[in-house]
């Protein structure tokens, strides 16, 4: 082989090397959560993301194809859900579920995430289904956003929380998954005030 064949053979191996590493490297991206329709009724959605280490090829591939080459499904619960179900809705506190799915999302006097907030949900882990019970950390990162709609008693909003530590709900166990925290990101709109 040439020696110019081969030092373009070694740029383009670094190039390549290069991308991945920077692929691999950057934080990861926002899902855009839109603002559920309202028009036909309370409406809601929430989505787990998984960190770029947990998932496969550590996040290069988009998370739909990832979702329909992988199996398993997108980790996410709405309104239209079997089971869904809407319980105290606030300001300061929302609850929402589905089947498989219980969410609770409290917060302190200062608006910050409570340490009361969990999010309970069904997941596939190493071939097996399970069962996981996430939970922020100490110090919480993220926000509960309600605002009512002028003369409705509805609220509409949206959440975003960091869970930080998970734990097997069958044994109780604090399972080591996964690398970094989850992301659970939502909307919701036209919800009651108050307890349904």
């Avoid at 691999?24 to 809601?44: H, L, W, Y």
């Avoid at 080459?69 to 589905?98: C, N, P, Q, T, W």
């Avoid at 309970?120 to 882990?125: D, G, K, R």
């Amino acid at each position: 082989m040439k020696t110019s064949a081969k030092t373009w053979l070694f740029i383009l191996a670094l190039a390549l090397l290069a991308s991945l590493v920077v692929l691999i490297s950057r934080p990861d991206e926002p899902v855009a959560v839109s603002v559920p329709d309202t028009s036909r009724g309370p409406s809601f959605e929430a989505r787990v993301e998984k960190p770029r280490r947990a998932r496969f090829l550590f996040g290069i591939i988009p998370t739909g194809l990832e979702e329909r080459l992988m199996g398993g499904g997108a980790l996410r619960f709405d309104h239209a859900s079997r089971g869904a179900k809407i319980g105290y809705v606030g300001r300061d506190r929302l609850e929402l579920g589905a089947d498989g799915w219980d969410l609770l999302i409290e917060t302190d006097a200062a608006g910050g995430i409570a340490p009361g907030t969990r999010l309970v949900f069904p997941i596939l882990l190493a071939e097996t289904p399970r069962t996981l019970r996430c939970r922020p950390a100490d110090s919480a990162a993220g926000y509960l956003r309600a605002a009512e709609r002028p003369g409705s008693g509805e609220l509409d909003g949206s959440f975003l929380v960091e869970l930080a530590t998970c734990e097997n709900v069958a044994t109780g166990k604090v399972i080591e998954w996964p690398p970094a925290p989850l992301t659970l990101r939502g909307s919701f709109g036209g919800l009651p005030h108050g307890r349904r």
